[in-house]
């Protein structure tokens, strides 16, 4: 089965920096958009950032210039390097794509990964 394995969350000072990978697995055909979302305590998840297959972006405006989307095509991974964190990025981010997957034919099938904690904090 497909799944996305996260990596990276953890605690970090405030103006720190954290790199987190997100990893997708399983009888996967192609993949269209993966993104990052994240949600805190008492609050809707949002998205942080998004990447396409070719490489467009789009960022929250709470992220701009300071977290970066990136992902590696042949390796099937998304990563989101955060840089200059502050106690207001703390949240459980999860990782999430739309896939092709082998066997199906209905289009695009969501797969989230089961969240990463990050905590900025000193």
């Known amino acids: 089965q497909v799944r996305l394995v996260e990596s990276g969350g953890g605690l970090v000072q405030p103006g720190g920096s954290l790199r987190l990978s997100c990893a997708a697995s399983g009888s996967i055909v192609s993949i269209n958009v993966m993104g990052w979302y994240r949600q805190a305590p008492g609050k809707q998840r949002e998205l942080v950032a998004a990447i396409t297959s070719g490489g467009s972006t789009n960022y929250a405006d709470s992220v701009k210039g300071r977290f970066t989307i990136s992902r590696d095509n042949a390796k099937n991974t998304v990563y989101l390097q955060m840089n200059s964190l502050k106690p207001e990025d703390t949240a459980v981010y999860y990782c999430?794509?739309?896939?092709?997957?082998?066997?199906?034919?209905?289009?695009?099938?969501?797969?989230w990964g089961q969240g990463t904690l990050v905590t900025v904090s000193s």
């Open positions: 999430n794509a739309d896939m092709v997957v082998a066997g199906r034919t209905t289009g695009y099938l969501e797969v």
